[in-house]
């Protein structure tokens, strides 16, 4: 009996210390190789650089040689492949500059090595899903501790995986330091998409925390990328290491080098220079419009194509109604005659200005300092909005104008047409009308016959009530 009773209990032993040695085995050894995979997503050939740099159009080798050197290059090329240190970095610019081009040809000269790279997202889920990939890192999703009791940390929150996910990096990041002496690169594309609100800002907060904290110790360099302001305007705040980098347009002469280079590539023939400085008169040094333009036939017609499409997409979110709207429409039409209003304004203070054109530079957008801005529109609410959909730029130094050179061509042909001005003043004049009718008030007197009169008087009170009383002739017909 004792006999039985000793060999279950040793049994039971066996298999219970077994069991526990089993799962502490499979527990140390998955932070072991979280670790390893968080690691090998910053060792060169990083696959999510062959594919967006297969997207953006970018050469590999053996044309190593980018179309478009700029000279802000030289700068992302130094922060990226790490001798330049101590600091975290915005770059603003307009959409379709060249922001995420100039990322991925630097992180090409590495072959990706140190660097991971990722598309924001308004959704935190999805945010810390594209995170997750970008580290190799699976949030503990495919941890099955639970067999030996031990519960995962997977119960949480999108903001909570990704601290997790901060954490873990930093653990690598010490090590990569150590070894290589230069930080880790993490490159978030498209921070705007973030939404502006409390969980966005709660967001952004911790990944400048991060930013910053990892700065002062060079561990990791971290670079946010926009192409609006309010997210200069939210990293402001705490900001004591960041640095901002403004990308704008391209130059005449490099816009002009830039689109013969494209048209060679596209169709081998050599354009007439007086061609290619009507394209830029036309579209500016933005390179995705100079890209548009390379690829088709007839690149004066594109051009002006490309200007009718800004013009649209402007009056779609911005046109006027005039004196017969009606009053239910006033909140949107306030935001339109506003944007309205600052065309205008840029239009009128083109004519001001004594250079408007460059020989060297090529165009010379008229602009207002955004407290003159929201002067003139007399909202300091719509600016940002306008931003955001890409009609007007807040530039980073804090400078509005019109998003581009067709956009403020489109501009100039509507506030030209007959009768645009006198047609958004009576805009103006109805919305002031209506707001007029929403501060009046208006008392209906009833009954008020055979020469009844309302006696109306402010007796003293503690409360100051106003006391009305109907006084009705008496009736002399019995």
């Given at each position: 009996?004792?006999?039985?009773?000793?060999?279950?209990?040793?049994?039971?032993?066996?298999?219970?210390?077994?069991?526990?040695?089993?799962?502490?085995?499979?527990?140390?050894?998955?932070?072991?190789?979280?670790?390893?995979?968080?690691?090998?997503?910053?060792?060169?050939?990083?696959?999510?650089?062959?594919?967006?740099?297969?997207?953006?159009?970018?050469?590999?080798?053996?044309?190593?040689?980018?179309?478009?050197?700029?000279?802000?290059?030289?700068?992302?090329?130094?922060?990226?492949?790490?001798?330049?240190?101590?600091?975290?970095?915005?770059?603003?610019?307009?959409?379709?500059?060249?922001?995420?081009?100039?990322?991925?040809?630097?992180?090409?000269?590495?072959?990706?090595?140190?660097?991971?790279?990722?598309?924001?997202?308004?959704?935190?889920?999805i945010f810390r899903i594209r995170l997750g990939k970008a580290?190799?890192?699976?949030?503990?999703?495919?941890?099955?501790?639970?067999?030996?009791?031990?519960?995962?940390?997977?119960?949480?929150?999108?903001?909570?995986?990704?601290?997790?996910?901060?954490?873990?990096?930093?653990?690598?990041?010490?090590?990569?330091?150590?070894?290589?002496?230069?930080?880790?690169?993490?490159?978030?594309?498209?921070?705007?998409?973030?939404?502006?609100?409390?969980?966005?800002?709660?967001?952004?907060?911790?990944?400048?925390?991060?930013?910053?904290?990892?700065?002062?110790?060079?561990?990791?360099?971290?670079?946010?990328?926009?192409?609006?302001?309010?997210?200069?305007?939210?990293?402001?705040?705490?900001?004591?290491?960041?640095?901002?980098?403004?990308?704008?347009?391209?130059?005449?002469?490099?816009?002009?080098?830039?689109?013969?280079?494209?048209?060679?590539?596209?169709?081998?023939?050599?354009?007439?220079?007086?061609?290619?400085?009507?394209?830029?008169?036309?579209?500016?040094?933005?390179?995705?419009?100079?890209?548009?333009?390379?690829?088709?036939?007839?690149?004066?017609?594109?051009?002006?194509?490309?200007?009718?499409?800004?013009?649209?997409?402007?009056?779609?979110?911005?046109?006027?109604?005039?004196?017969?709207?009606?009053?239910?429409?006033?909140?949107?039409?306030?935001?339109?005659?506003?944007?309205?209003?600052?065309?205008?304004?840029?239009?009128?203070?083109?004519?001001?200005?004594?250079?408007?054109?460059?020989?060297?530079?090529?165009?010379?957008?008229?602009?207002?300092?955004?407290?003159?801005?929201?002067?003139?529109?007399?909202?300091?609410?719509?600016?940002?909005?306008?931003?955001?959909?890409?009609?007007?730029?807040?530039?980073?130094?804090?400078?509005?104008?019109?998003?581009?050179?067709?956009?403020?061509?489109?501009?100039?042909?509507?506030?030209?047409?007959?009768?645009?001005?006198?047609?958004?003043?009576?805009?103006?004049?109805?919305?002031?009308?209506?707001?007029?009718?929403?501060?009046?008030?208006?008392?209906?007197?009833?009954?008020?016959?055979?020469?009844?009169?309302?006696?109306?008087?402010?007796?003293?009170s503690w409360n100051g009530r106003v006391e009305v009383k109907?006084?009705?002739?008496?009736?002399?017909?019995?």
């Amino acid at each position: 009996m004792g006999e039985a009773a000793a060999t279950t209990l040793a049994s039971v032993l066996v298999l219970g210390v077994g069991f526990a040695g089993a799962g502490y085995v499979y527990h140390r050894s998955y932070k072991y190789l979280q670790l390893k995979k968080i690691e090998n997503a910053f060792e060169p050939g990083d696959p999510v650089l062959v594919l967006a740099a297969v997207a953006k159009d970018i050469p590999a080798p053996p044309n190593a040689q980018h179309w478009v050197m700029r000279e802000e290059q030289a700068k992302i090329d130094k922060i990226i492949n790490g001798s330049d240190q101590g600091h975290y970095h915005l770059i603003m610019g307009e959409k379709g500059c060249g922001k995420s081009s100039m990322l991925l040809e630097a992180m090409r000269k590495i072959d990706g090595e140190g660097c991971a790279m990722f598309e924001a997202h308004a959704d935190l889920e999805i945010f810390r899903i594209r995170l997750g990939k970008a580290l190799d890192y699976e949030f503990h999703e495919d941890y099955i501790g639970a067999y030996f009791s031990e519960r995962g940390p997977r119960e949480s929150t999108a903001l909570l995986d990704i601290e997790r996910a901060m954490n873990k990096l930093e653990k690598v990041a010490l090590l990569h330091r150590a070894k290589k002496n230069k930080p880790l690169i993490i490159i978030i594309n498209q921070t705007h998409l973030i939404r502006d609100d409390d969980d966005g800002k709660d967001l952004l907060e911790l990944l400048q925390q991060r930013a910053e904290q990892w700065a002062a110790s060079n561990l990791v360099t971290m670079i946010f990328n926009t192409d609006d302001y309010w997210v200069y305007e939210r990293l402001k705040q705490l900001a004591t290491r960041m640095e901002v980098m403004s990308i704008t347009d391209l130059p005449k002469q490099q816009a002009i080098t830039a689109l013969q280079k494209y048209r060679q590539r596209y169709f081998a023939e050599e354009v007439d220079k007086s061609i290619l400085e009507q394209v830029y008169d036309r579209v500016g040094g933005r390179l995705s419009f100079l890209n548009r333009v390379a690829k088709s036939h007839n690149m004066l017609a594109t051009c002006d194509r490309i200007k009718e499409l800004e013009k649209t997409w402007f009056l779609n979110q911005c046109w006027i109604l005039g004196s017969e709207m009606d009053d239910d429409v006033m909140d949107q039409q306030k935001w339109a005659s506003a944007a309205m209003v600052l065309a205008l304004a840029l239009v009128d203070k083109e004519e001001e200005m004594e250079l408007t054109y460059d020989v060297e530079k090529g165009h010379v957008l008229p602009t207002y300092a955004m407290h003159k801005a929201q002067e003139i529109m007399t909202r300091a609410d719509f600016i940002r909005d306008l931003d955001r959909l890409n009609l007007f730029t807040i530039t980073s130094t804090a400078q509005v104008r019109a998003s581009s050179v067709p956009m403020h061509r489109a501009f100039k042909e509507i506030c030209a047409e007959d009768g645009f001005r006198q047609f958004l003043q009576d805009t103006l004049d109805r919305i002031a009308a209506i707001e007029s009718l929403g501060r009046t008030r208006e008392l209906v007197a009833k009954d008020l016959v055979l020469g009844g009169k309302y006696h109306i008087s402010k007796p003293m009170s503690w409360n100051g009530r106003v006391e009305v009383k109907l006084e009705q002739k008496e009736n002399d017909e019995k």
